[in-house]
């Protein structure tokens, strides 16, 4: 039989039974030798010569490219060409691509690298959040374990992505493919030995020992309906995962006004621990935590939200991970709603009646981010929502020295010049801490240091009081504010007998029934809970959150009787001073300074004192403060 004609009838065989056949010529040789097969991914060489390995013999050959001869079959078939044209990883470095749709890259990670030295670099980040972190970095899934294994991760972020034509929704572009092989270069879906890796939200992660090459392949699918390209980050490390997409939320929404909102992250510390040294670690720290809001109806994000890259790209977010636009959030830390301290968020530049998400991300676990660093890649945690409000007589006030709970909208004028940020701030803490010196010399009456036997009570001490009549004090000297167009049912409309800040008369344009005559007789509604509001803000008509009834009650039974202190009744002034600790959807429906209300129905961090926080006044005159 002539050259030709066995090469040509080994191409038939080939195409008939595939790579699995049980008996395959051997071209070079001219010999057929049965029980073997060909080892996955071997070298085609020029003399088309393919190695064997017979059924339970022990040697092994490297795994090398295939090279197809069949010149009928094209490459868009047969699959991309591995091996040499492969791109090498390093450890920690990033390798940057741009990928057009229908295209197929190819990357190895190999031993030599695999089996170098890790990176020395020390974490800087305390103890506490980087198990968090680097918890949620290593899902792996367990394939193997030898003797010479050594750990290997894998992240892929897509930094961008084609954009839609006229008529195509954004929502339909699919993500890339990501393949992973130990044995194979050309890891292609399907074929044994393949690990299809997901791609989500622009971002795929996979952790595994080994002690082999690693080979990937990244593919983009067609596109029809979208133009351009994707670009992206993949990267492997023998260190940690380059780059982490945390699941849970981290981030919550305290509360907002027409242009600026209010985000704080969860604990970073143990609120249940004694030890003050990791609060002392993030203070030398500094604010490593960032945040980027978008518009929800601005899709360029959609499908890259779990992608640190993305974020970085995108200039037309608010405070992108890449330091542009981050003058619109100012950032520090606090511990309101506990002891433990977190990073809170003043986002400005928003726009009123629109709706957003916002994601927190941290750059890296380590001294400094980017290529080289392990964890240079960033990690990135769940988006949460929230919505700005309305209209513009309400204001986001927060580091306040006496009332440190205070961190929501409060009434406002946006016309009052001397009024404005810091001043506005300084004036609501100031009316707030007038009434504490009062409340101070009363309790300095009250026999608080002597015998137990003495004492008031021998559940509760003098302290306790004090701090429940300081956070119930707070949150009825500085009033929650919301629009007044709300629907909300368990909002309570103030001021409605004031002009709007614009001098416009609430009657003559807006169809509201609260603005009817009867109503603005109602004192409640007619006027602010404390009259000084509307004499010196001047906010116009809003609607307020009201305190929660259970911080009067607690203040009460917590409290000396000789105070005086006494709660109004169902009826009688309850209804227009104290809301119900419930919640709505996503929002509370009162308010208690420090609440941090979380993603789901009940779900909160609780404040740092108990509910006994919650109270009412010291005289006649201050109880009526209460009851508005």
Same mark, same amino acid.
């Given at each position: 039989?002539?050259?030709?004609?066995?090469?040509?009838?080994?191409?038939?065989?080939?195409?008939?039974?595939? %790579?699995?056949?049980?008996?395959?010529?051997?071209?070079?040789?001219?010999?057929?030798?049965?029980?073997?097969?060909?080892?996955?991914?071997?070298?085609?060489?020029?003399?088309?010569?393919?190695?064997?390995?017979?059924?339970?013999?022990?040697?092994?050959?490297?795994?090398?490219?295939?090279?197809?001869?069949?010149?009928?079959?094209?490459?868009?078939?047969?699959?991309?060409?591995?091996?040499?044209?492969?791109?090498?990883?390093?450890?920690?470095?990033?390798?940057?691509?741009?990928?057009?749709?229908?295209?197929?890259?190819?990357?190895?990670?190999?031993?030599?690298?695999?089996?170098?030295?890790?990176?020395?670099? $020390?974490?800087?980040?305390?103890?506490?959040?980087?198990?968090?972190?680097?918890?949620?970095?290593?899902?792996?899934?367990?394939?193997?374990?030898?003797?010479?294994?050594?750990?290997?991760?894998?992240?892929?972020?897509?930094?961008?992505?084609?954009?839609?034509?006229?008529?195509?929704?954004?929502?339909?572009?699919?993500?890339?493919?990501?393949?992973?092989?130990?044995?194979?270069?050309?890891?292609?879906?399907?074929?044994?030995?393949?690990?299809?890796?997901?791609?989500?939200?622009?971002?795929?992660?996979?952790?595994?020992?080994?002690?082999?090459?690693?080979?990937?392949?990244?593919?983009?699918?067609?596109?029809?309906?979208?133009?351009?390209?994707?670009?992206?980050?993949?990267?492997?490390?023998?260190?940690?995962?380059?780059?982490?997409?945390?699941?849970?939320?981290?981030?919550?929404?305290?509360?907002?006004?027409?242009?600026? &909102?209010?985000?704080?992250?969860?604990?970073?510390?143990?609120?249940?621990?004694?030890?003050?040294?990791?609060?002392?670690?993030?203070?030398?720290?500094?604010?490593?935590?960032?945040?980027?809001?978008?518009?929800?109806?601005?899709?360029?994000?959609?499908?890259?939200?779990?992608?640190?890259?993305?974020?970085?790209?995108?200039?037309?977010?608010?405070?992108?991970?890449?330091?542009?636009?981050?003058?619109?959030?100012?950032?520090? %830390?606090?511990?309101?709603?506990?002891?433990?301290?977190?990073?809170?968020?003043?986002?400005?530049?928003?726009?009123?009646?629109?709706?957003?998400?916002?994601?927190?991300?941290?750059? $890296?676990?380590?001294?400094?981010?980017?290529?080289?660093?392990?964890?240079?890649?960033?990690?990135?945690?769940? &988006?949460?929502?929230?919505?700005?409000?309305?209209?513009?007589?309400?204001?986001?006030?927060?580091?306040?020295?006496?009332?440190?709970?205070?961190?929501?909208?409060?009434?406002?004028?946006?016309?009052?010049?001397?009024?404005?940020?810091?001043?506005?701030?300084?004036?609501?803490?100031?009316?707030?801490?007038?009434?504490?010196?009062?409340?101070?010399?009363?309790?300095?009456?009250?026999?608080?240091?002597?015998?137990?036997? &003495?004492?008031?009570?021998? &559940?509760?001490?003098?302290?306790?009081?004090?701090?429940?009549?300081?956070?119930?004090?707070?949150?009825?000297?500085?009033?929650?504010?919301?629009?007044?167009?709300?629907?909300?049912?368990?909002?309570?409309?103030?001021?409605?007998?004031?002009?709007?800040?614009?001098?416009?008369?609430?009657?003559?344009?807006?169809?509201?029934?609260?603005?009817?005559?009867?109503?603005?007789?109602?004192?409640?509604?007619?006027?602010?809970?404390?009259?000084?509001?509307?004499?010196?803000?001047?906010?116009?008509?809003?609607?307020?959150?009201?305190?929660?009834?259970?911080?009067?009650?607690?203040?009460?039974?917590?409290?000396?009787?000789?105070?005086?202190?006494?709660?109004?009744?169902?009826?009688?002034?309850?209804?227009?001073?104290?809301?119900?600790?419930?919640?709505?959807?996503?929002?509370?429906?009162?308010?208690?300074?420090?609440?941090?209300?979380? %993603?789901?129905?009940?779900?909160?961090?609780?404040?740092?004192?108990?509910?006994?926080?919650?109270?009412?006044?010291?005289?006649?005159?201050?109880?009526?403060?209460?009851?508005?």
């Amino acid at each position: 039989m002539s050259r030709f004609a066995r090469y040509f009838a080994a191409s038939l065989l080939m195409l008939a039974c595939g %790579f699995d056949c049980q008996s395959v010529a051997t071209l070079d040789n001219e010999q057929v030798i049965s029980g073997g097969h060909i080892e996955p991914g071997a070298r085609a060489h020029d003399e088309v010569s393919y190695k064997l390995v017979k059924e339970g013999s022990e040697e092994r050959h490297p795994p090398t490219a295939y090279e197809p001869i069949f010149a009928a079959l094209s490459r868009s078939i047969l699959g991309r060409q591995g091996g040499d044209s492969d791109t090498t990883l390093q450890n920690n470095v990033p390798a940057q691509a741009t990928i057009t749709p229908g295209q197929v890259l190819g990357y190895v990670f190999p031993s030599s690298v695999l089996h170098g030295s890790p990176s020395t670099a $020390t974490p800087i980040v305390p103890a506490s959040k980087r198990r968090d972190i680097e918890d949620e970095g290593e899902n792996h899934v367990e394939l193997r374990k030898r003797q010479n294994d050594v750990p290997f991760y894998l992240t892929l972020g897509v930094c961008s992505q084609p954009s839609p034509s006229s008529g195509s929704s954004i929502e339909s572009l699919p993500q890339l493919q990501l393949f992973l092989s130990f044995t194979d270069p050309q890891p292609i879906d399907g074929h044994p030995g393949t690990i299809p890796i997901p791609v989500a939200d622009g971002f795929a992660s996979y952790s595994n020992p080994t002690s082999d090459n690693v080979y990937v392949q990244v593919q983009a699918l067609d596109t029809p309906g979208f133009s351009g390209s994707y670009s992206f980050e993949l990267t492997g490390s023998i260190d940690a995962a380059y780059a982490v997409a945390e699941n849970n939320p981290s981030l919550y929404y305290i509360d907002s006004d027409a242009t600026t &909102a209010m985000l704080i992250s969860s604990n970073l510390t143990d609120p249940n621990s004694t030890d003050t040294s990791e609060i002392d670690e993030w203070e030398k720290l500094g604010a490593r935590f960032k945040v980027a809001v978008g518009n929800q109806n601005n899709t360029q994000m959609t499908g890259l939200m779990s992608s640190y890259c993305a974020f970085q790209n995108n200039t037309q977010l608010v405070g992108n991970f890449a330091g542009q636009n981050e003058s619109d959030v100012n950032v520090g %830390f606090t511990t309101i709603g506990g002891d433990a301290i977190k990073q809170q968020f003043y986002v400005s530049g928003l726009n009123q009646s629109s709706s957003y998400w916002a994601v927190m991300a941290l750059p $890296t676990n380590y001294s400094s981010a980017g290529p080289g660093q392990p964890g240079g890649g960033g990690t990135v945690w769940k &988006a949460m929502n929230f919505t700005t409000q309305s209209e513009d007589n309400c204001r986001v006030i927060y580091n306040l020295s006496f009332c440190n709970e205070v961190n929501y909208a409060v009434p406002y004028n946006p016309n009052n010049p001397l009024y404005q940020g810091i001043n506005l701030t300084q004036w609501y803490d100031n009316q707030a801490l007038n009434w504490w010196a009062n409340f101070s010399n009363a309790m300095d009456q009250i026999a608080c240091d002597t015998t137990p036997d &003495a004492q008031y009570s021998l &559940a509760v001490t003098c302290e306790d009081c004090k701090n429940a009549y300081r956070q119930w004090l707070c949150a009825v000297t500085i009033p929650r504010c919301r629009e007044i167009s709300s629907q909300l049912p368990y909002l309570v409309p103030r001021a409605v007998s004031y002009n709007f800040t614009n001098g416009t008369v609430p009657s003559s344009v807006s169809p509201d029934p609260i603005f009817n005559a009867s109503n603005q007789e109602v004192l409640a509604y007619a006027q602010s809970r404390n009259p000084w509001i509307d004499q010196v803000i001047n906010p116009g008509p809003y609607k307020e959150l009201l305190p929660c009834g259970d911080m009067c009650h607690s203040l009460v039974q917590t409290c000396p009787a000789a105070l005086g202190f006494a709660c109004p009744t169902a009826g009688k002034g309850f209804n227009y001073s104290y809301g119900l600790a419930q919640m709505d959807s996503e929002l509370p429906m009162c308010n208690i300074p420090g609440q941090i209300w979380g %993603f789901s129905a009940g779900s909160f961090l609780q404040p740092s004192v108990p509910t006994i926080v919650l109270t009412t006044l010291l005289s006649t005159a201050a109880l009526q403060l209460g009851v508005g």
